[in-house]
Antibody, heavy 116, light 107 residues
Framework: EGQLLESGGGLVQPGGSLRLSCAASGFTFDTYAMTWVRQAPGKGLEWVSTISGSGATTYYADSVKGRFTVSRDNSKNTLFLQLIGLRVEDTALYYC?????????WGQGTLVTVSS | DIQMTQSPSTLSASVGDRVIITCRASQSISSWLAWYQQKPGKAPKLLIHKASGLESGVPSRFSGSGSGTEFSLTINSLQPDDFAIYYCQHYKSYPYTFGQGTKLEIK
């Protein structure tokens, strides 16, 4: 069981920044790796980033490496994704998901639109 | 990077049919494969993990098989609720990648 609720999306100009949040409930947050997956409008799923349960280890897709930073606050059961240097091609629905391998719980997503 | 290729891209079927969706990896991923179902406007739902492990609560008409580079998702006796897009995803090594998706539509 459990629930994930993303927030923080919005419309931003190219080069801009956003911070996405994902509030988790209903499971022991700090025992699970967490993942961000995005989906551009009308397109398929793209793995973006994963962070270990402790937050000590992170992984990124090449397409976002150096621009996105994943972090977590286990005291607040919250996952974050800091997005900087946003590009038009980063426009997507961003999902947070529970797990570091397969993902058995997903939020409903938060929409990031990058446009001038 | 490991590439995942699904076939077909679109599959037309009728209620009660048995359908098979295949997923091919560009190199061996052992059994590190998951299948997801996504309905319009909804988040993906995990169906199968580790190639053949049925996720809790998923109907037994769904099954997964394969290892190495060739995998399949079988749906027996299609129900109206099964018409959706299906994705495979490997988790052998980073970056984890998804297949491009298979749209299962009503014939």
């Amino acid at each position: 069981e459990g629930q994930l609720l993303e927030s923080g999306g919005g419309l931003v100009q190219p080069g801009g920044s956003l911070r996405l949040s994902c509030a988790a409930s209903g499971f022991t947050f700090d025992t699970y790796a967490m993942t961000w997956v995005r989906q551009a409008p009308g397109k398929g799923l793209e793995w973006v980033s994963t962070i270990s349960g402790s937050g000590a280890t992170t992984y990124y897709a090449d397409s976002v490496k150096g621009r996105f930073t994943v972090s977590r606050d286990n005291s607040k059961n919250t996952l974050f994704l800091q997005l900087i240097g946003l590009r038009v091609e980063d426009t997507a629905l961003y999902y947070c998901a529970k797990g570091g391998y397969s993902y058995d719980l997903w939020g409903q997503g938060t929409l990031v639109t990058v446009s001038s | 990077d490991i590439q995942m290729t699904q076939s077909p891209s679109t599959l037309s079927a009728s209620v009660g049919d048995r359908v098979i969706i295949t997923c091919r990896a560009s190199q061996s991923i052992s059994s590190w494969l998951a299948w997801y179902q996504q309905k319009p406007g909804k988040a993906p739902k995990l169906l199968i993990h580790k190639a053949s492990g049925l996720e809790s609560g998923v109907p037994s008409r769904f099954s997964g098989s394969g290892s190495g580079t060739e995998f399949s998702l079988t749906i027996n006796s299609l129900q109206p609720d099964d018409f959706a897009i299906y994705y495979c995803q490997h988790y052998k090594s980073y970056p984890y990648t998804f297949g491009q998706g298979t749209k299962l539509e009503i014939k």
